[in-house]
């Protein structure tokens, strides 16, 4: 895959193409890209992705801040396993959201990045307040040489597949579920820091995680099993997102992981982790005691889990 953010590359090639944001490139934007790769293929013309670093909506209004699945970098990733041939990066500016559809098929698509065949996804609208539908993306994209098409419906049985579903999933704690629609363990990134120390006195020790990109969402409150990377090496791992209420450690939520079969100073380094499952929810133990036991239980089925 070849990312393009200098348009001037594509002069004298032409491409099919579809638009969006494509945060998390799950199953229904798998669906979608694959739909489009069959149509190039036909065309016997690349196929581009069309997508934006930044969140429209963090653009038009400043004071939002957006909880995504992926970072931009990440993103790329996942659409490169596609296999598509391009994805062209546009800005999304205040101006380029003023224009209307009509404007942004001509200056955009047929002026700057030469569509040949545009794939609209099934309930896609784009152009200033996304006034007009599929019927006038058809008749302006005749008139400059563009054919549009309506992509297929792709609903994972009974449920759509969307980011907003995605991310109601793992703010839920359903991690598994959410993988099952991503293709992939949802994973955040981020460096090793200080904490309370409180966990190698339980005779578990953890290692702190500050989270690198704060617009990514964190799961719920609770025990999941995870696989955590580090060095160049992949563990297994247990990883708690909580305040520690058996402990009154106030109100502070820290995301913090026990890495199995592991020892050694690891602060400032980074480090991934990648959900695979819930363990349980958090719970206020009588004791620090009972909180231990659990601790010894939840590492046992961490350690099987992540075996089968």
């Known amino acids: 895959m070849i990312?393009?953010?200098?348009?001037?590359?594509?002069?004298?090639?032409?491409?099919?193409?579809?638009?969006g944001f494509f945060d998390g490139v799950h199953l229904g934007h798998r669906f979608l890209i694959q739909e489009l790769k069959e149509i190039a293929q036909k065309e016997k013309l690349p196929a581009a992705v069309i997508t934006f670093p930044t969140h429209p909506r963090a653009i038009l209004?400043?004071?939002?801040?957006?909880?995504?699945?992926?970072?931009?970098?990440?993103?790329?990733?996942?659409?490169?396993?596609?296999?598509?041939?391009?994805?062209?990066?546009?800005?999304?500016?205040?101006?380029?959201?003023?224009?209307?559809?009509q404007t942004f098929i001509s200056s955009i698509l047929a002026n700057q990045l030469h569509v040949d065949t545009l794939l609209i996804g099934y309930d896609h609208r784009f152009g200033y307040n996304r006034t007009d539908g599929f019927?006038?993306?058809?008749?302006?994209g005749a008139a400059y040489g563009i054919k549009v098409k309506k992509a297929s419906q792709y609903s994972e049985g009974e449920a759509a597949v969307s980011s907003s579903e995605i991310r109601k999933l793992l703010s839920e704690c359903q991690v598994e579920k959410a993988y099952h629609l991503l293709t992939y363990p949802y994973s955040l990134k981020g460096h090793i820091v200080s904490g309370y120390k409180v966990g190698r006195k339980l005779g578990f020790p953890t290692a702190n995680i500050q989270v690198d990109d704060p617009s990514k969402i964190i799961p719920g409150i609770g025990v999941y099993a995870v696989w955590v990377y580090l060095n160049g090496q992949r563990y297994k791992g247990m990883l708690y997102i909580g305040n520690r209420p058996t402990l009154d450690n106030g109100d502070n939520i820290t995301l913090e992981v026990n890495i199995l079969n592991f020892t050694g100073d690891i602060y400032n380094n980074e480090i991934s982790v990648s959900f695979i499952y819930q363990?349980?929810?958090?719970?206020?133990?009588?004791s620090v005691d009972e909180l231990i036991t659990q601790l010894k239980k939840d590492r046992e089925t961490v350690n099987q889990l992540l075996t089968e």
Request: hydrophobic letters at 35%; one cysteine or more.
């Open 135 to 140: 019927e006038q993306y058809v008749t302006y």
């Open 279 to 286: 363990v349980r929810e958090d719970i206020k133990f009588q």
């Open 3 to 19: 990312v393009i953010q200098d348009t001037e590359i594509l002069k004298g090639k032409q491409v099919v193409a579809t638009i």
């Open 61 to 101: 209004q400043t004071n939002y801040q957006p909880k995504l699945l992926n970072s931009f970098d990440e993103k790329l990733k996942q659409l490169e396993s596609t296999g598509i041939d391009y994805c062209i990066v546009l800005d999304f500016t205040p101006e380029l959201s003023r224009l209307n559809a």
